[in-house]
């Protein structure tokens, strides 16, 4: 399986107990998600592991994953720090006008009024009020570009491009 093909769903973190058990720092707006898997990718130096899940709990709404053949403190402790992902195919599916982080870096971003190439998206920030959208500009600046209806007007991830009304983000329009 290659890189292209998987989404980060997080991160294993400390042991927790004595039977092996590991928490997760997720990288998902779905937590809940680890408790319909029964397989996860754990990325090691060579690519991704495939490996079983036994039990999920969760712990303050973080998950604690218990892998097969990971039975003790010093197994999982070897595991810190590691990326967990699944196959594209089991990306949990979004609302209508909601995208994902991966779907969104790379679009070029051209502007409204005059179709003109501003630049590409290289990063997501979110925030309570609204995510901004780091858009590196063809001059090499970057701008924060507030994902609301107000500034971004249309979004086509397939066709990896995002048109937007700068009105008041820029000095020259």
């Not at 403190?73 to 720090?81: C, F, H, I, V």
């Not at 570009?145 to 066709?159: H, N």
Request: a negative charge; one cysteine or more.
């Amino acid at each position: 399986m290659s890189s292209e093909e998987i989404v980060t769903v997080g991160r294993l973190g400390r042991p927790r107990g004595l039977t092996g058990e590991i928490y997760v720092t997720v990288a998902t707006d779905f937590p809940q998600r680890f408790s319909d898997l029964e397989q996860i990718l754990v990325k090691g130096k060579d690519g991704w592991d495939s490996m079983k899940i036994v039990s999920v709990i969760y712990i303050a709404d973080r998950p604690v994953l218990r892998l097969e053949n990971i039975n003790s403190p010093e197994k999982a402790a070897r595991l810190t720090n590691r990326e967990l992902g699944v196959p594209m195919s089991q990306v949990v599916n979004l609302p209508e006008d909601t995208f994902y982080v991966f779907d969104l870096v790379g679009c070029e971003v051209f502007t409204e009024s005059d179709d003109k190439l501003l630049g590409e998206v290289i990063d997501v920030e979110s925030y309570p009020a609204a995510d901004l959208y780091l858009v590196k500009l063809t001059g090499g600046e970057t701008l924060r570009i507030p994902a609301v209806k107000q500034y971004v007007k249309e979004v086509d991830v397939s066709g990896k491009r995002i048109v937007v009304d700068i009105t008041g983000l820029l000095d020259e329009h």
